[in-house]
């Protein structure tokens, strides 16, 4: 049997801009070379308002830097995949002594990114090449507490370096898995709206290289006067795709959490996020009218 591990997801977003952050899903894309031009000061004090509003949680919380050194970023064997020229970042903090830290900094993480985007930013996850040392001294951390990504964001130059093409071709970054391939049993005319809009966002989410690790299933209660069964819900559960690596899984399964969350409220669904006992992640509860 299913446990939860507790009642609630602890950093659950109240309202959010569904239809802004759809449109902010479709146009991001992973930017790692920057022009190095500090963000407007009226763009920057908006992401600093949304970082400050976003839910207090002893789980995750997201720091708004805005001056960050050249050499936090490192990267592959001969620079590829290095970050440059990015003013600016997020630095996304988990506390490793509750179980749910990893899918909790994902999912307020994204809820970031996705709010730069859409205001005309530009951003990129970075969970492995930077400098974890650096980045614990330019944030102050309490107990327990670790830097699990540092995400730039600034202005793109408007063509990306060869190093960076490179590594995206390398990960396939354009590439995403069929929506039947996460959310085995798909079905256009028999999943709810808000589901498979839910599914179609989360196919997008980025991962690190672009593995993917979840998959998506609905929640059911069966009755005989409806056919098909209503759906009450939906499970989100990590699965083994792609190498681990030094960065987990549920962290980008958090993202993807919060990518379904996006389309389901675009349809007009709100739901309640409650974590569940690996390997599942999380489901989606849908809140009962009123």
Request: charge should be neutral.
């Amino acid at each position: 049997m299913t446990q939860v591990r507790q009642a609630e997801f602890g950093v659950a977003l109240g309202d959010l801009p569904a239809a802004e952050w759809a449109a902010a899903v479709v146009v991001r894309h992973s930017t790692r070379t920057f022009t190095g031009r500090p963000v407007e000061p009226v763009s920057f004090d908006r992401v600093v308002r949304f970082a400050s509003d976003l839910p207090r949680s002893h789980m995750a919380r997201v720091v708004v830097v805005e001056h960050v050194p050249s050499d936090l970023f490192t990267g592959l064997v001969g620079g590829y995949g290095r970050v440059l020229g990015a003013p600016s970042a997020f630095v996304m903090i988990g506390n490793e002594a509750d179980p749910a830290f990893q899918e909790s900094v994902g999912y307020l993480g994204e809820a970031a990114m996705l709010e730069a985007t859409s205001i005309g930013l530009d951003t990129c996850w970075i969970a492995g090449l930077f400098d974890r040392k650096l980045a614990e001294k330019i944030v102050e951390l309490s107990p327990g507490e670790r830097v699990l990504a540092v995400c730039p964001f600034g202005y793109a130059q408007p063509r990306p370096r060869a190093s960076e093409k490179f590594l995206k071709r390398m990960v396939g970054a354009h590439k995403r898995r069929p929506v039947e391939e996460i959310a085995p049993g798909f079905d256009q005319e028999r999943w709810p709206a808000w589901a498979a809009e839910g599914a179609r966002l989360a196919r997008v989410a980025p991962s690190a290289a672009n593995r993917q690790p979840w998959s998506i299933g609905l929640l059911t209660e069966p009755d005989p006067h409806t056919r098909p069964p209503e759906a009450t819900g939906a499970v989100i559960s990590v699965v083994e795709r792609g190498a681990e690596g030094n960065i987990s899984r549920r962290l980008d399964c958090g993202i993807a959490m919060l990518h379904f969350e996006v389309g389901a409220r675009l349809m007009g669904v709100r739901g309640v996020w409650e974590v569940l006992s690996p390997p599942q992640v999380a489901r989606y509860l849908i809140a009962p009218p009123g």
